[in-house]
């Protein structure tokens, strides 16, 4: 079966659909950029650990426990030896992530953890750890017009000295408490046995998600505080710190890694607008976050 996500036609021994994606008519696709394969052979016989990764420019893989064991291919295949043959719901989102992120490496980009959204004509990034209120945030944007970019898995590239972010898939996960603050979807959403913070998923709508690769303009690295709301701009050295922790790619780090990153961030550093977003940890601090974001664009003192 044949897809379209993060700007690539993927020809996918599973389907995809479950995350939103449409099948595509084969007979009018004349180029694969990416294979997605179940592997007729056995797993390895080594020993791997929960999360065990490893990449470099040409091979690599991920194990994840009571799932399966990815393996990357020169940018082109992702291989999967399945450790069940249910290919659900959970199952798609880890294989439409960090092995996307991987293989995403290998052909010379660089992933963060981030969600994305357009509105007004701008495309902000906000970058984070998990629980951080990315999603929320994002769910915030689309239920008053933006369309989402991406929800959890950031791939970028720096061209001709601006930043474009590749659109990733039509879904997005809530907490209740948050879907039921932000009024987003009426809908119980999709359960996720496998999301450790009990969230749901959301199918978005073709009007609620922008399908091609774009420009981002800003790039909000999420905190929570104790205090009230605060946005302010950082130094170069915090702001390439806080890019690393985001970094989808870093290990284990090689000197050619090294300088791939380093060169990738310090690239987007240069193209992107960077704030420092902090807010307390409530579902209210919510209630202004747009008007909050969008201030950046009218405030002299940031530029």
């Known amino acids: ?29 004349k180029t694969i950029d990416l294979r997605i394969e179940r592997s007729e052979k056995p ?119 601006k930043a474009y972010i590749m659109p990733s898939y039509p879904f997005i996960k809530l907490s209740s408490e948050a879907n039921e603050y932000i009024g ?3 809908q119980n959403g999709l359960e996720l046995p496998a999301d450790k913070n009990q969230r749901r998923g959301y199918k978005l709508n073709k009007d609620q998600f922008f399908s091609k690769s774009i420009q981002v303009d800003y790039c909000f690295y999420l905190d929570w505080s104790k205090d009230n709301t605060k946005i302010e701009k950082e130094d170069l050295k915090n702001q390439y710190r806080r890019i690393l922790e985001a970094s989808l790619n870093i290990y284990p780090l ?17 193209n992107v607008k960077t704030f420092r977003y902090m807010r307390q940890k409530k579902l209210t601090s919510l209630k202004n976050v747009i008007e909050q974001v969008e201030s950046v664009k009218f405030s002299e003192k940031f530029f």
Do not use: W
């Open 43 to 161: 797993l390895p016989k080594k020993k791997f650990l929960d999360n065990e990764t490893y990449v470099d420019f040409q091979s690599g893989f991920y194990f994840r426990k009571n799932l399966a064991l990815f393996e990357f291919i020169s940018g082109n295949t992702i291989r999967i030896y399945p450790l069940k043959n249910i290919f659900d719901l959970d199952f798609m989102r880890v294989l439409l992530n960090y092995p996307i992120a991987c293989i995403m490496f290998q052909r010379g980009f660089f992933s963060l953890h981030a969600s994305a959204v357009l509105h007004s004509n701008s495309v902000y990034m906000f970058c984070g750890q998990s629980l951080s209120g990315k999603s929320s945030i994002a769910a915030k944007f689309l239920e008053s017009g933006a369309k989402l970019i991406t929800e959890d898995s950031a791939i970028l590239k720096v061209d001709e000295g």
């Open 1 to 29: 079966m044949l897809f379209h996500a993060y700007g690539m036609y993927i020809n996918s021994y599973f389907d995809l659909g479950l995350l939103g994606l449409k099948a595509l008519d084969d007979t009018e696709i």
């Open 184 to 186: 987003f979807c009426d």
């Open 254 to 270: 090689s000197r050619e890694k090294e300088r791939l990153i380093f060169s990738s961030t310090l690239n987007f550093l240069k």
